[in-house]
């Protein structure tokens, strides 16, 4: 190869590397931008970004909580005007039970008192009946002393005197002697006892009568006591009739 066409291969070289480098440093750098620095974000406190733009955000409605309603507290004067009801409610259930057992009570006692009073009637009225036979005998009885229809003996008086006492029984006369009571009190006046007798002359009851003006236990009861133990004829059906004692001073 001639030195010729190599310096020429040569310089060909050269200056193409030469205008590649050219166009390298003049071309290259105005066509390859470099990066933009975008800067550092700064918040004025009424936007989000730096920009200058603002967008207002929009607001999300919140829910607000339900807080249930407070409860009422019972007013403490109701309450009290409530128990002082009840309070009286009890107390005139009260007053009308007391009044009711009162009114049933007395009721009881006047049932007892009119009771009472009719037995008294009763007994007085038996009691002047049996003094009016002893005084005027027996209606029915014959005038031999016998009654009709019973064949027994009989007082047909029905009354009589032994000791100082005195005694009545229709159709029926003392089997013995009147008992006397004893009795160690010092008293004067009259005891008058009824007396009951059944069929066999036997005093089977004896309450004190009337008239009686001696108020001492001891001798009423020993004239009660005395009347039990007296003993009459029999009869045909239980009699009734009144032995009255007279007590003296000693």
């Known amino acids: 190869m001639r030195k010729s066409k190599l310096y020429g291969i040569t310089g060909s070289v050269l200056i193409t590397g030469l205008l590649i480098l050219l166009l390298f440093l003049l071309v290259m750098p105005g066509g390859i931008k470099e990066p933009e620095d975008e800067g550092i974000m700064v918040s004025f406190g009424e936007v989000d970004m730096g920009s200058g733009k603002t967008e207002t955000p929009t607001e999300q409605p919140t829910a607000k909580p339900v807080t249930p309603p407070p409860a009422t507290p019972k007013p403490a004067k109701q309450e009290l005007m409530t128990q002082d009801a009840n309070s009286l409610a009890i107390a005139e259930q009260k007053k009308k039970d007391k009044k009711e057992k009162e009114a049933l009570e007395r009721q009881r006692l006047e049932e007892i008192r009119i009771a009472n009073e009719k037995k008294r009637a009763q007994q007085e ?126």
Not at 229 to 244: E, V
Not at 245 to 250: M, S
């Open 125 to 250: 009225a038996i009691d002047k009946a049996n003094e009016m036979n002893g005084l005027f005998g027996n209606s029915n009885s014959s005038g031999s002393g016998t009654t009709s229809g019973d064949s027994r003996q009989g007082n047909p008086a029905g009354s009589g005197n032994s000791g100082g006492n005195s005694w009545s029984l229709n159709g029926r006369d003392l089997s013995g002697t009147l008992v006397k009571p004893s009795y160690d009190s010092n008293v004067e006046g009259r005891i008058t006892v009824n007396i009951r007798v059944d069929e066999n002359g036997t005093v089977v009851g004896a309450t004190i009568g009337s008239p009686t003006n001696i108020s001492d236990a001891a001798t009423r009861n020993a004239a009660i006591s005395a009347a039990k133990r007296t003993r009459f004829t029999s009869g045909n059906s239980t009699a009734s009739g009144k032995i009255t004692y007279n007590f003296k001073l000693r």
